[in-house]
């Protein structure tokens, strides 16, 4: 199968990329702006490169001034095809050595490479066996580029821009300046994770005594290695007597006939990019929180909306409610007068309109509004805690997305809540009843001691009046009649507190219910989509990285 046809197949870099745009995309006012354009413009140069002739591995030199990278360059290719001399910098322009110019010229035009040299001397591996033979490494373009560290900031741009671009890298240093700190800190480190497509180079070895070599190679390793390259390769040469071009041409050519650069550098882009992404991060995902966390904020949220006072309102409305309908008939017009708390809070009202329906609660002060936010806060914090302060930011932020509206949400669920305000109990018509009847019996006793008292004062004959157990029957209606009333009276007086304080535990809960929804809705659920957010990300970053 060939090159080209592997790359129209899904490949692990494929599904690195993708997973590396999804943490983008996830990621986004999440992470570092910085870290997201880079991931952006990786992610884009990415594309671009692989639409490009895949028959092609960039090797670029780079290297500070006075590192005899030039040279060295020419050295490689078998030209003189960079200026190499005293004066510095000698390289402002990027330029090319080709061997195998067909398919070549997109690929230099999206490197901004316009110097082009067409080679025709071969560079050949060695294959090493008992039938030793060779492989011309054909499909190399290998680039002199300007100094990094030149004093001239278009020349260091373009450094720059090329070390993003280029499939193979090769550091080329030199005995004096190899562990200048401006090298390694600002272009080594920084691509430490491209370990597999780095090779450094000790140019100017000539200029060591044969007792100074290994010390100053075994030095540069352990910059390296603290640089970050976990395995560098590090070759010593010399452009100008020519010790060790071979073992470089051979490495160049090596990397080249394996074709496989160009993948393994925008894999090293791909975990570099995520590296940083999860800087900061434990990479572990986050747990939705808990039950009596989303109970705890629903309570306070019902607390600072009024829910305690609405309750009490219930408790009293409904013992009013009894004493309107069961008291003693004639000490009823008394609660009548008396003012209905749940009709002062607006929540006694038959024919009302969901969507406009509001209760007389009194506006949140300083105090509840303060309650609310820390509740509002504390869930967040909780929801958050683990996760980089970014993502705690941004979980905070969906916390409070609906923090302007949430106490009309919670009025508005408050008042039309069914908290069984015009509900009567089904015992207040028995004892109304037994009431109105006392009240007519004691009456009745009346009227006929009245008639009695009348008769006997126009001295009217009138017939004994009838006896139980030696009282009077309207003696006797009176004082039942009236006794009955006061019995009753105190009795449903009891019950009534008995029924009110159910019927206040029913109305919290379905008020608490109630808020429950709007908490869910406004907190709980944007958190959840946040957290959700966050752990897709940290998966994407996980697939890749790895």
Do not use: C
């Not at 073992?247 to 975990?271: H, K, N, S, W």
């Not at 009227?447 to 009695?452: E, H, M, N, R, Y």
């Amino acid at each position: 199968m060939s090159r080209r046809r592997q790359t129209t197949t899904t490949s692990p870099l494929e599904l690195r990329l993708e997973a590396l745009k999804e943490a983008t995309e996830l990621g986004a006012d999440r992470i570092d702006v910085a870290v997201s354009e880079i991931s952006w413009k990786m992610l884009e140069r990415a594309s671009t490169r692989r639409t490009l002739s895949a028959e092609h591995t960039v090797v670029g030199f780079f290297g500070a001034t006075g590192s005899g990278k030039s040279s060295l360059f020419n050295a490689v290719a078998g030209q003189d095809l960079a200026r190499a001399a005293a004066t510095r910098p000698t390289t402002s322009q990027p330029l090319a050595g080709i061997w195998g110019r067909t398919g070549s010229d997109p690929l230099l035009d999206w490197l901004g490479v316009q110097e082009r040299h067409v080679l025709d001397s071969p560079l050949r591996l060695e294959k090493k066996g008992f039938f030793g033979s060779e492989k011309e490494a054909s499909g190399l373009i290998l680039l002199d580029l300007p100094d990094f560290d030149s004093t001239v900031a278009a020349n260091r741009e373009i450094a720059t821009k090329l070390a993003g671009q280029v499939d193979v890298l090769i550091w080329v240093l030199d005995p004096q300046k190899y562990a200048d700190a401006a090298v390694h800190h600002d272009f080594i480190r920084p691509l430490a994770t491209h370990g597999s497509v780095t090779l450094v180079v000790l140019n100017q070895i000539d200029k060591l005594r044969d007792n100074e070599r290994q010390p100053v190679m075994d030095s540069l390793r352990s910059i390296l290695l603290a640089d970050g390259l976990a395995n560098p390769r590090l070759l010593g040469v010399s452009a100008l007597t020519g010790e060790g071009l071979d073992p470089l041409r051979q490495e160049i050519a090596r990397v080249v006939t394996e074709r496989g650069a160009t993948t393994r550098r925008l894999t090293a882009d791909v975990a570099g990019i995520a590296e940083r992404m999860g800087e900061g991060s434990s990479m572990k995902e986050l747990a939705l929180p808990s039950e009596p966390a989303k109970k705890s904020l629903t309570g306070e949220l019902a607390a600072a909306a009024g829910v305690d006072t609405v309750v009490d309102a219930v408790r009293s409305s409904y013992r009013l409610d009894a004493h309107k309908k069961t008291g003693w008939p004639l000490t009823r017009w008394l609660a009548k007068v008396r003012p209905d708390p749940l009709r002062r809070l607006n929540l006694k009202s038959t024919e009302v309109n969901p969507k406009l329906n509001r209760t007389s609660l009194p506006a949140p002060g300083a105090a509840q509004k303060a309650q609310a936010d820390t509740a509002v806060r504390r869930y967040a914090d909780q929801a958050g805690e683990g996760a980089p302060e970014a993502w705690q930011g941004s979980i905070r932020r969906a916390a409070r997305a609906g923090q302007e509206t949430l106490a009309d949400e919670l009025d508005q669920a408050i008042a039309n809540t069914d908290i069984g305000a015009t509900k009567g109990a089904w015992w207040w018509p028995v004892v109304s009843v037994i009431q109105w009847i006392s009240l007519v019996t004691a009456l009745a006793g009346a009227l006929w001691l009245g008639a009695l008292f009348a008769a006997q004062y126009f001295q009217f004959t009138v017939p004994e009046v009838p006896k139980i157990e030696g009282f009077p029957v309207p003696t006797l209606m009176v004082v039942i009649g009236i006794l009955l009333g006061i019995v009753l009276g105190l009795a449903t007086g009891l019950v009534a507190r008995i029924g009110a304080a159910g019927r206040a535990r029913k109305a919290r809960k379905a008020l608490h219910a109630s808020v429950a929804k709007v908490a869910s809705r406004a907190v709980i659920e944007p958190v959840g989509a946040e957290i959700t957010r966050h752990n897709l990300f940290i998966g994407a970053l996980e697939r890749a990285r790895n």
